[in-house]
């Protein structure tokens, strides 16, 4: 490497640490309010519910209190389906401040296969989702609150459009903790008002090859 191509990357560097600086300075300046921002992850890869059991779990590590609430993966107290599920409970019998709510009938059949079609039971899961939700951020005590398929249950009817843009525009009005919501669809008024968005999107699965979902790697 010449001379000119070591100064273009020392200026490319500094630049680059000036513009972080910058943004922490910026940041101790913000009201409380405003550092907190809206986090959305969607789309058909695999990764959502990973990444957001990932960004509770670090949240924990920091002192948070994280509430995390799950829609259409109901838990009858017998089968459990995913295995994060058994660490979040155990972290929470430890002493960390996570409350975990699973909302959502059981979806799978005796014979191993699974049900699309939505009951009414599924419908009032789905509300009662939506109602802890509306608990948590009339009345924020967390510091981060996860509605893990929330997005997911207005594609597949079980809520409308309007149910999330409420708890959004609320959470844009009195913004005390990080808000974290996943799904596979997203429209624009999502787009408009969230902070990050980002799209779990398939390049390649391992299932296309005769690998099936595994317990401790998909559920």
């Keep these: 490497m010449n001379n000119s191509e070591d100064d273009k990357s020392l200026s490319g560097g500094t630049k680059y640490k000036e513009k972080i600086m910058k943004t922490i300075e910026s940041y101790k300046n913000l009201k409380p309010e405003d550092k907190n921002c809206l986090h959305v992850y969607y789309g058909y890869g695999k990764g959502k519910t990973t990444c957001v059991v990932g960004l509770a779990i670090r949240a924990l590590g920091a002192g948070k209190k994280v509430v995390l609430i799950q829609f259409d993966k109901g838990y009858d107290g017998e089968n459990e389906h995913y295995s994060e599920r058994v660490i979040l ?29 939505n009951n009414e039971e599924d419908l009032k899961e789905a509300n009662r989702g939506l109602k802890l939700a509306e608990k948590y ?17 207005v594609a597949y009817n079980l809520l409308k459009k309007e149910d999330i843009e409420k708890l959004i525009t609320k959470f844009k009005n009195n913004k005390k903790y990080e808000f974290i919501i996943t799904g596979h669809k997203i429209w624009k008024f999502i787009e408009d008002n969230a902070d990050l968005i980002t799209e779990m999107k398939k390049i390649k699965h391992y299932f296309d090859n005769g690998i099936p979902a595994r317990p401790g790697i998909e559920f």
Excluded: H, S, W
């Design 89 to 117: 409970r155990r972290l929470k019998d430890l002493g960390y401040n996570i409350e975990l709510y699973t909302t959502g009938c059981e979806r799978m059949n005796n014979d191993g296969t699974f049900r699309f079609k």
């Design 137 to 153: 951020i009339d009345n924020p005590e967390q510091d981060m609150l996860i509605l893990d398929e929330a997005v997911a249950a």
